[in-house]
Each structure stands twice: as structure tokens, then as C-alpha cells.
């Protein structure tokens, strides 16, 4: 996929991601999901999240510092939003019903304050893959680009990570991304599954899951630095449209 094929030439990703990726997004599916996201600009469909953030989830959360994947299914389809990062929103941005579930079980689970605002970039810096399963949506209309070719490159994503890498935790919630999931070699890596945070279904097993106490003893386990799901006051977030800037570097 060329950059200005669909996709803003100003796409930013992580380096360690290039070599893992660059080649399935070279390939003529990828090529096709190109030509139909110009179409549908130039046709005047309002896109999210911007081109250049796309692959935000890519940029925020390099290859080798990944220690949990949480599975989305596609981006916000509100204006101002989507910024890359599955369940994140824009700092400013009124939190989503999902997301407000979430921050509930992490007051419940770990005893987390809430915070004043969704944006879960300073997850993605310590190493939580916020990822969709598609990357791209368009204004107003849930799922308008879902079949398109985007889950083939999101799966591939999830492949390098089970193959290449050991000992990661996968956050799956709800049935589309425990079906996205189904390939994780459970031998190697810790696979939680629960009901997705939406308000139509968290009652059935994602409010009381545990997910993130869970996920913190794993990493603890085998001798990893805890995930801080605790998220700084909005006027105290570093370049929360930059991930690349503000990321720690290894």
C-alpha cells in the first residue's frame, strides 16, 4: 500500500514494525483497499481516523516493546475521535460508553481513579497494543469499511506477534475479537477472554473480569514491569496526538 494511495503520505509507524509489515501492505489486496479508500474520499466520504494516524496503534507501540494486545473491532466513527489506538479517544473528546465501562472494571480491579478524558496513549508507550481489527471507518456509519482487506493485515499483525515474540498477554472481549484471536498459540502466551465493554453486553462477564489484575500478575510473573493503568490529569498528557515523539525509545 503506497502511502498516498488511500492512506496520508505523512503515515507514521515504528521502525521495528517496517520490516514485519512493509511487504502485506505491498500485496494487491492492500493494494485494492487503496484504491477504494480514494474512491471514497473522492466520492466525499469523511474518513477516520486521519490517513497519517492509521497505523497509529503501529507508531505508539514499537515491535519489541509489546507485552499486551488488546483486539478492537473499528475505529470511532465520530468527528474527532479516532486517533489510531482501539477504545482511545482524542484528549477534549467526551469518553465513549465502551470506555467508561472500562475505566469502571479498573476502578473495580485495580482501584484506578478515573481520569478525566479517554486518551489511552500512555497504555500504548508501556507497551499495550491498542489494535483494531479494521483501521478505518467513515463518518457516522459503524463497520462501513469491515471486508475491505483490513483484517488480513491486522491478522498478519496478530501472527508476527504469536510467532515472534513469547509470553504476551492477549485481551480478547467479545466474540469478533475472540474470533480474530483463535490462532494464539496458548502454550506460549496468556489469552484472557471476557465479554466486550459495550453497555449491551458488559453485564455478561466483562463488569468483575479481573483482565487487568490479571494481566499484571503474568508480566509480574515472568519478571516484567506492570502495566501503569493509571492515566495523568489531560492537561499532563505529552504530545497526545505524537505518539512517535513522545514513546519511550528502547
Request: net charge neutral; glycine share 12%; charged share 20%.
Amino acid at each position: 500500500m503506497s502511502t498516498d494511495a488511500g492512506v496520508d503520505a505523512g503515515i507514521r509507524i515504528a521502525p521495528s514494525w517496517r520490516p514485519r509489515v512493509g511487504d502485506y501492505l505491498l500485496r494487491p489486496d492492500m493494494q485494492q483497499l487503496s484504491a477504494f479508500l480514494r474512491e471514497r474520499k473522492r466520492l466525499g466520504a469523511r474518513i477516520y481516523p486521519p490517513g497519517s494516524r492509521i497505523l497509529g496503534a503501529l507508531d505508539a507501540t514499537p515491535f519489541e516493546q509489546v507485552k499486551v494486545v488488546v483486539l478492537g473491532q473499528d475505529p470511532y466513527h465520530g468527528a474527532g475521535q479516532a486517533h489510531g489506538l482501539a477504545f482511545s479517544v482524542q484528549p477534549g473528546v467526551p469518553i465513549p460508553p465502551s470506555l467508561r465501562n472500562i475505566f469502571k472494571e479498573l476502578q473495580r480491579d485495580v482501584g484506578m481513579a478515573y481520569p478525566d478524558h479517554g486518551c489511552l496513549l500512555p497504555w500504548a508507550q508501556q507497551g499495550v497494543l491498542l489494535l483494531n481489527a479494521v483501521l478505518t471507518v467513515e463518518d457516522g456509519r459503524a463497520g462501513a469499511h469491515q471486508g475491505r482487506g483490513w483484517e488480513g493485515f491486522t491478522d498478519h499483525v496478530v501472527d508476527v506477534l504469536n510467532r515472534e515474540r513469547d509470553g504476551l498477554v492477549f485481551l480478547l472481549w467479545g466474540s469478533y475479537a475472540q474470533a480474530r484471536g483463535g490462532r494464539i498459540d496458548t502454550a506460549r502466551h496468556q489469552v484472557l477472554k471476557a465479554a466486550h465493554p459495550s453497555p449491551l453486553s458488559a453485564h455478561r462477564g466483562f463488569a468483575g473480569c479481573g483482565h487487568f489484575s490479571a494481566t499484571n500478575a503474568w508480566l509480574a510473573a515472568r519478571g516484567e514491569a506492570p502495566i501503569d493503568w493509571s492515566l495523568p490529569a489531560v492537561d499532563a498528557l505529552a504530545g497526545p496526538d505524537d505518539a512517535s515523539a513522545s514513546r519511550p525509545r528502547p
